[in-house]
Every structure is written in structure tokens, then in C-alpha cells.
């Protein structure tokens, strides 16, 4: 039972343009979510996060949205840069709870 | 560079061997966990150690056998292992009751 979906397998994008990525999820106890690039051979590395209480959290180049009632998330990269192309994986978690469940992943393709 | 290091970064092994995976952080974080990732697939949590807490298994056989020696310092040692378990393994931390995550460079076990 996939909790925690993204539905898209691969994203390409054109240098400099707006790379948008999305996750959904079906348990509503869901209240934390986080957005992770993962390089070939490298472990995940934690880029963006966002509590429930939220609706949009932005870090320099990123921005994540959440829309509770859909059970959605969407992760926005503008400028889209080489260095950007990796996996993507949306997870979620229990605020207070050590578990992340992750959804299955995106590769971003930047192209130059 | 990730504070979170892992030893070795690739290990072959015979199903009848006995082998042990290391993972160390210094980022003074009370929980760590072991992940598994095969090809194609999400990370997901195999060990939960959280400092003051029980630890957490999420239903992995015990041919994997976790050892926290302490708050900074976690072992995965494997024995008896089968050809499917080749796969990623992925260490990371976090201060307790925090979802953010981080990631070592993992593990990249193929069983023979």
C-alpha cells in the first residue's frame, strides 16, 4: 500500500525555466512533509519541509506547496540549474514520529 | 559533505558470511536510523533508535541485527544474508521527534 505517491517517473526541464514536482498521499494523519535530491550512488539529501499548519514554505530557489484537502504537494524549482537534474522523493511523516514514509521518486532532468 | 559517514561503502558478501555495517554522525543528533533502498525504489525504514526510547523494528527478519553502542555510533550487522538483500543500505539521523532526516552516503551491499 503506497502511502505516499508521485506519480510522475521522470520530469524534463529546460535551464532556467520552472521545474514543478508533485506527491500525493492517502493517510490524512499525514501532518509533516519534506522533499529530498538524491544523487546516483549518494544518499538523500533533505532540501524543503512543511508542516501541516502551512500552505506554502519557500528556501531560496524552492518553494513547496501543500494542499491539505487534495492531499497534495507540489515542489517548485525556479531557475531550474544543471546541478538540479537528480531523484526527487516526496515523504511524510507524524510530527513527533521518527518515520518517514517516502513516495516513489522523480527524475529531474535539467536540460541545458 | 554529509555528517553523517558510513563504512564501507560497498561490501560483497557470501550468504553464509558475517559482515557488519558502520555509521557514525557528530551533528550531536539523538535518534538514527537504518533505511533500505533497492534499485528503483523509495527508501524504506528497516531500525528506529531514538535516545530515551525503545528501539523501533519495523518488522525486518533477524538475519539483520542493529547494535546502538551509543547516541552517536550505529551498527548493522548481517549474517546469513540472501541474494535479495543486495540493495542500498542507507543510515541517518535526527534530533529526537524531528522528521528532518540526514542521510549518509550509504551502504551498497550485493550478497553472492
Known sequence: ?112 | DTEVTQTPKHLVMGMTNKKSLKCEQHMGHRAMYWYKQKAKKPPELMFVYSYEKLPINESVPSRFSPECPNSSLLNLHLHALQPEDSALYLCASSQNAEPEAFFGQGTRLTVV
Not at chain 1, 544523487?39 to 532540501?47: D, K, V
Not at chain 1, 515542489?75 to 522523493?89: E, N, R, W
Request: hydrophobic share 35%; glycine share 6%.
Open chain 1, 1 to 112: 500500500d503506497q502511502q505516499v505517491k508521485q506519480n510522475s517517473p521522470s520530469l524534463s526541464v529546460q535551464e532556467g525555466r520552472i521545474s514543478i514536482l508533485n506527491c500525493d498521499y492517502t493517510n490524512s494523519m499525514f501532518d509533516y512533509f519534506l522533499w529530498y535530491k538524491k544523487y546516483p550512488a549518494e544518499g538523500p539529501t533533505f532540501l524543503i519541509s512543511i508542516s501541516s499548519i502551512k500552505d506554502k514554505n519557500e528556501d531560496g530557489r524552492f518553494t513547496v506547496f501543500l494542499n491539505k484537502s487534495a492531499k497534495h504537494l507540489s515542489l517548485h524549482i525556479v531557475p531550474s540549474q544543471p546541478g538540479d537534474s537528480a531523484v526527487y522523493f516526496c515523504a511524510a511523516s507524524f510530527f513527533g514520529n521518527e518515520k518517514l514514509t517516502f513516495g516513489t521518486g522523480t527524475r529531474l532532468t535539467i536540460i541545458p
